[in-house]
């Protein structure tokens, strides 16, 4: 189902978004300092599940954990804000906390659902107290 699909996508965006900065500048060395420049396949799968599941957790307050014994790496997903956008669209702020390797990184990243309902990156999300609407609590 393309629901299912989606969420890998946003992780492929949080890939994207420092792969193109990355190439922007014309090096990738920089991401040796990184978390993610120490990631191996089974660790891009372990975030992507947890991206997963954050996305499909209604609750403003999601988080996954996740971490592989094998590398040790490990990091976490959480839900900062749920929230609709002026044009209706429901979004979220996800954290994405990593550690690998002995370096650690936290970035942030707004999502929104486009009209087919899939997760896309929304770019920044509204300021604090200002074009938003809290999303209504489902029943589970």
Not at 75 to 102: M, P, Q
Not at 126 to 140: D, F, H, I, K, W
Request: with cysteine; hydrophobic share 30%; charged share 25%.
């Amino acid at each position: 189902m393309c629901a299912r699909r989606t969420p890998g996508r946003i992780a492929l965006v949080i890939w994207g978004g420092w792969t193109v900065a990355a190439f922007g500048q014309g090096n990738l060395g920089f991401l040796g300092d990184t978390p993610i420049g120490h990631f191996s396949n089974d660790d891009w799968q372990l975030l992507r599940k947890a991206v997963t599941e954050v996305l499909n957790d209604s609750s403003a307050t999601a988080t996954q954990s996740w971490k592989n014994d094998v590398s040790g790496h490990s990091g976490e997903v959480r839900t900062l804000k749920v929230y609709r956008s002026d044009d209706g669209r429901d979004c979220k702020l996800l954290r994405v906390d990593n550690l690998a390797s002995g370096y650690s990184g936290s970035t942030q990243y707004n999502v929104c659902r486009d009209e087919k309902g899939s997760w896309r990156d929304a770019g920044r999300p509204p300021p604090a107290g200002r074009n938003e609407t809290p999303l209504p609590q489902r029943s589970v």
